[in-house]
């Protein structure tokens, strides 16, 4: 293979990296980052973000936060899971239990440092609340 070709070839590798990652960010936004401070679990839950394999999914935490100050947590993180420094207003909704959509959940609020998962400065997973699994 001549240089063009490799560079061909790495520049979309590049490329299609880029495209999960930023998908990955996408989807923890939308399924993570709230601008409301009240949810109605039990409304937002049967979302289809929420159906995991045609079951609503156990736990969801929503964190009342701006984009960007989430998107902070990650700041100069290549791969790593991060303990936020300051602490966040959360939503949890818990199934009760499980049914046909809608599934019945249990919402209470917190306020605590939260641990997500960073790929490239992105956070790209919820991964716990107070303190890193
Ligand atoms: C909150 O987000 C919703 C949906 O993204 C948007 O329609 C609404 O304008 C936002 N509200 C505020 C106060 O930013
Ligand atoms: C959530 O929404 C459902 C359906 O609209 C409603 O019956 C229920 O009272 C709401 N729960 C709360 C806590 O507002
Ligand atoms: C839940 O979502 C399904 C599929 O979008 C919809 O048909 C149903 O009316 C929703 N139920 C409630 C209570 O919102």
Excluded at 33 to 40: D, E, K, R, V
Excluded at 72 to 97: A, Y
């Amino acid at each position: 293979m001549c240089a063009k070709s490799l560079l061909l070839v790495f520049g979309i590798l590049l490329g299609l990296s880029h495209l999960s990652l930023s998908q990955n960010w996408a989807t923890f936004q939308e399924q993570h980052i709230t601008n409301t401070s009240s949810i109605n679990c039990s409304n937002i839950m049967n979302n289809s973000l929420y159906i995991v394999g045609g079951q609503c999914k156990k736990v969801n935490t929503f964190i009342a936060s701006s984009a960007t100050t989430v998107k902070g947590i990650c700041s100069g993180v290549t791969d790593k899971k991060v303990l936020s420094s300051t602490k966040f207003q959360l939503d949890i909704c818990t199934r009760i239990f499980i049914t046909p959509r809608p599934c019945p959940y249990s919402s209470r609020t917190e306020t605590n440092y939260i641990c997500v998962k960073c790929e490239n400065q992105y956070p790209v997973h919820f991964a716990g609340i107070g303190q890193c699994p």
